[in-house]
């Protein structure tokens, strides 16, 4: 066997490897969201009124935290919530949705772009690398403008330029989950750079208010 063979091998051994960790840590995520949402599944009793006060909290943390994982449903856990603990939690996870989309936009513009193009490069994922690489050479006030001119597409080129609406409605798209879920289009957010920490809080309070509205003032 050549030194360019072991090379090539060694290449997607090591792919497939990093490949079978990020399954397996999403598979992990999703087993965990499970426990949780069967957690909370219980009947609510005047003797189990302490435990129900200590399951919500934890359903609350565990909900923050899958909820801004990428490719996690996490929403799961939320609509358990309203369904055992009733509409007056509506307001609580309301909050929670929006703490936990914040933290991912908050982690996405904490990873350098950089350090993102080359993960994207180990996976094989050259044009998403290249984009990112084009991206992290432009200047900040320079890329909304750039992620249009990149969209080929008329239509991605209008949801480039509308990101707002556009992020709204991919929150709220049903199977968004095989496209990173809410935590992973948030987290893609703040790793572009084009999305400012205020207009990208109240699209999210926007995006994700109707079912704990409707919830809240139905079940009143």
């Not at 302490?50 to 801004?68: S, V």
């Not at 289009?185 to 999305?195: H, I, P, R, Y």
């Not at 208010?209 to 919830?215: E, N, S, T, Y």
Request: charged share 15%; net charge positive.
């Amino acid at each position: 066997m050549t030194s360019d063979t072991r090379s090539v091998a060694g290449f997607y051994v090591g792919l497939a490897a990093r490949l079978v960790v990020l399954i397996a840590a999403i598979y992990g995520a999703m087993q965990l969201a499970e426990m949780v949402k069967h957690a909370l599944s219980f009947d609510i009793m005047p003797h189990t009124e302490a435990m129900m006060h200590r399951m919500l909290m934890l359903g609350l943390l565990g909900y923050i935290l899958l909820t801004a994982l990428p490719f996690v449903p996490g929403a799961e856990i939320g609509m358990t919530l309203l369904t055992v603990f009733g509409a007056s939690v509506a307001p609580l996870v309301y909050a929670a949705t929006v703490l936990s989309l914040m933290l991912a936009y908050g982690a996405g513009r904490l990873v350098p772009l950089q350090r993102s193009a080359r993960t994207a490069r180990k996976l094989r994922l050259r044009r998403v690398a290249d984009l990112l690489d084009r991206l992290e050479q432009t200047a900040p006030e320079d890329r909304p403008d750039f992620l249009v001119s990149a969209a080929r597409k008329p239509a991605l080129q209008r949801l480039a330029r509308y990101r707002y609406v556009a992020l709204l409605v991919l929150i709220n798209m049903p199977g968004n989950v095989v496209i990173g879920g809410g935590g992973g289009l948030a987290f893609a957010a703040g790793l572009s750079g084009v999305f400012t920490p205020l207009r990208f809080l109240a699209t999210v309070m926007l995006a994700v208010l109707p079912v704990p509205l409707a919830i809240f003032l139905l079940g009143q």
